[in-house]
């Protein structure tokens, strides 16, 4: 069966620090990959996607960037985290695109 | 452009009580794709159901029931019978076909509260 795995589950960092969330898919080839921000009491906001290796699509300006640098790894990363940069972060998968997402743990990510 | 709005914020309701959770959404798209997920307090999304836009078919899947209506952009999400562990935020979601069905834009989420 297919699993989703994505650490740290919290994270406090200062301002202007570096960021690297990891995210993994296992029982599975060539998904699709997404990262999702929550911010608090609010819906999910599309940050990126990808389908396949090293191919990456924005959906928004911002300070944050990704990569796939395997099949089944997606990391999100930035070089100075801003204070706006809080909040939950998401990582899914799906076979294709139109399908359903299965979603990882999230990470809390604390800007201070 | 795609728009999906869960008008109600909060629901409050009594154990057993039935609950139904809207979802207004918009589209150009002739073909889409419309889900829920469930989000319980633990904060991981759970997918409940997806709906391709050339099924009208209600469903149910034990207390879960959806009523999908085109003419009315809706796509409703009833709970029957309501347990303390349906409390969760729950959201709706769009995927249009002519993004490639990668741009799946959701709803700001309904927290609903079931009491015991």
């Known amino acids: 069966s297919q699993t989703i795995h994505q650490w740290p589950a919290t994270l406090v960092q200062p301002v202007g620090s570096p960021l690297s969330l990891e995210c993994t898919v296992e029982g599975t080839s060539n998904p699709n990959l997404y990262w999702y921000r929550q911010a608090a009491g609010r819906g999910l906001q599309l940050l990126f996607y990808s389908v396949g290796i090293g191919q990456i699509s924005s959906e928004v300006p911002q300070n944050l960037s990704a990569s796939r640098p395997q099949d089944r790894q997606f990391i999100l990363s930035s070089k100075k985290l801003l204070l706006s940069d809080s909040g939950f972060y998401l990582c899914?998968?799906?076979?294709?695109?139109?399908?359903?997402?299965?979603f990882g743990q999230g990470t809390r990510l604390t800007v201070v | 452009a795609q728009k999906v709005t869960q008008a109600q914020t909060e629901i409050s309701v009594v154990e057993k009580e039935d609950v139904t959770l809207d979802c207004v959404y918009e589209?150009?798209?002739?073909?889409?794709?419309l889900f829920w997920y469930k989000q319980p307090p633990s904060g991981e999304l759970v997918f409940l159901i997806r709906?391709?836009?050339?099924?009208?078919q209600n469903e149910i899947s034990g207390r879960y029931s959806w009523n999908f209506q085109k003419s009315t952009s809706s796509f409703n999400f009833t709970i029957t019978a309501s347990q303390v562990v349906d409390s969760a935020v729950y959201f709706c979601a769009l995927s249009e076909s002519n993004t490639g069905g990668f741009k799946t834009i959701f709803g700001a989420g309904t927290r609903l509260f079931v009491k015991a």
């Open positions: 709906r391709n836009s050339f099924d009208e």
């Open positions: 899914a998968w799906s076979v294709r695109s139109g399908a359903e997402a299965f």
């Open positions: 589209t150009r798209d002739t073909t889409y794709y």
